[in-house]
């Protein structure tokens, strides 16, 4: 797009706003900023050069036509300053929405789901890279995709519902959904309104795409689109085009893709994440010989059940990024041994009775601290669980996850929650974590 003149505001000033800021810089674009945080933005980027950007007040937003906003992920929809720029009629958009726009000869491979979306995006941007493939693999948080776009010729995306509802043109070539379960209800304010994000993911897709659904999420297995669909399965079921028949991933003619032995991440989510990328990097062009081999290499990643030690016969494990109970429980449900958990975190008005219902019988313990310890608490409460120990902090926590587990047992950070209010990110949270477990002794 010829951005040349026009004005642009950037609504969040953080990482990728500002890098959204040196992009459109770049193309020649007035560029405006406005943070509600501006004073403490402006202090810690005290040594950049800013003269080309603009910061607004609230009151100097009235005095410019923009050609459109680009909005950080973490404004509400439901903010004061969403609402105001809506009724005057601007467009906003996400960044991801400006990469397709401005890279329309590029290839898009979208991931999205609740759960699962890191691993898979991780996976199929490694083989690609490992193959040769100019990929540029992009995570939902961190860096603008902007600057560096032009560099690569396919783009692997991580993509939130945050960045996906304010989408328009955005047009994957390959699309993943791999689960919608509650999460950021605090955000989007309902359920509803979170799964229709979601699905944005492929509105505008056509017989050119393919787009690939789990089969078993009753909210993916009647989408009507008229593109390519692609369905895997971790229940058996003649009518999908990849499933899991314990031992092995099968494709639709029974042909044994792999054995679940020959992978080195367990659970059946992370079953369900590989059949995905699978499908993917097939409609892509890669040989399956060759998806099996970096299979067979793949280590996960870091903070999703990420091994970190054993001592005394106890297996600690990292899963900081567990933030919501959908994925705290394909954790849980991934050992089959006794877990004493660590969890609780920020409220995003999530329940947590299914949860407890699911895993009561799994846990020889439950230590919980955060903002939602008294919920989770209630929650198992409830039904019938009483081994609970609440604490003010992780230290604490994991000093009497060791005291609680027994030989042969597992330490499992699976947080159910976000970290806002205690941590930065997950990311600070589980560093935090294997910090104290390795200092042990």
């Given amino acids: 797009m010829d951005y040349k003149g026009k004005n642009i505001l950037i609504l969040g000033y953080g990482i990728s706003g500002y890098g959204a800021s040196l992009y459109f810089i770049s193309k020649g674009a007035n ?10 933005i402006l202090k810690d980027r005290a040594n950049e050069n800013l003269d080309d950007i603009k910061f607004l007040t609230r009151t100097e937003l009235d005095s410019i036509d923009f050609s459109f906003v680009l909005k950080s992920p973490g404004i509400k929809p439901s903010s004061d300053i969403i ?3 809506v009724d005057k009629n601007v467009e906003i958009v996400s960044d991801i929405e400006i990469l397709y726009r401005d890279f329309k000869n590029h290839k898009f491979i979208v991931i999205t789901g609740t759960n699962g979306k890191t691993t898979t995006t ?17 995570g939902n948080i961190g860096v603008s995709p902007l600057l560096e776009a032009a560099n690569y010729d396919t783009h692997v995306i991580e993509a939130s519902s945050f960045q996906l509802e304010y989408t328009k043109d955005f047009k994957p070539n390959i699309a993943i959904i791999l689960n919608i ?12 309104a979170y799964e229709e994000a979601k699905k944005k993911i492929y509105q505008n897709m056509d017989k050119s795409s393919y787009l690939i659904l789990n089969y078993d999420d009753i909210a993916l297995n009647k989408v009507e689109q008229d593109t390519n669909i692609l369905y895997f399965s971790s229940k058996e079921k003649d009518i ?22 020959d992978i080195f991440i367990k659970g059946r989510h992370n079953y369900e994440n590989l059949m995905a990328a699978t499908l993917a990097l097939e409609v892509f062009g890669v040989k399956r010989e060759d998806i099996v081999k970096e299979i067979k290499d793949f280590k996960g990643v870091e903070h999703r059940i990420e091994f970190v030690r ?41 329940p947590f009775e299914d949860f407890a219902f699911k895993t009561k019988n799994k846990l020889r313990s439950l230590i919980l601290f955060g903002q939602t310890k008294d919920k989770i608490k209630e929650a198992f409460t409830n039904v019938g669980y009483d081994n609970i120990t609440m604490v003010k902090n ?48």
Avoid at 31 to 40: C, E, G, K, P, S
Avoid at 181 to 192: A, E, I, Q, R, Y
Avoid at 395 to 402: D, P, T
Wanted: with cysteine; hydrophobic share 35%.
């Fill in 31 to 40: 560029v405006y900023v406005y943070d509600d945080n501006m004073d403490q």
């Fill in 83 to 85: 609402r105001y720029l």
């Fill in 122 to 138: 991780t996976f199929i941007g490694k083989v690609l890279k490992d193959l040769g493939y100019n990929v540029n693999v992009i």
């Fill in 181 to 192: 379960t509650p999460d950021h209800l605090d955000w989007h304010g309902s359920f509803k």
């Fill in 240 to 261: 999908v085009d990849m499933n899991y028949i314990a031992p092995n991933i099968v494709d639709k003619d029974k042909n044994i893709v792999i054995n679940k032995d």
């Fill in 310 to 350: 054993e001592l005394d016969g106890i297996s600690y494990y990292n899963d900081s990024k567990g933030t919501n109970p959908d994925a705290s429980l394909k954790a849980v449900e991934a050992f089959d041994k006794s877990i004493v958990l660590i969890a609780g975190g920020y409220d995003k008005n999530i």
């Fill in 394 to 441: 992780m230290s604490e926590a994991v000093s009497v996850a060791r005291s609680h587990a027994q030989k042969g047992d597992i330490v499992l950070l699976s947080p159910l929650c976000a970290s806002w209010g205690i941590y930065k990110n997950y990311k600070e949270r589980g560093i935090e974590f294997k910090k104290l477990v390795n200092e042990l002794k």
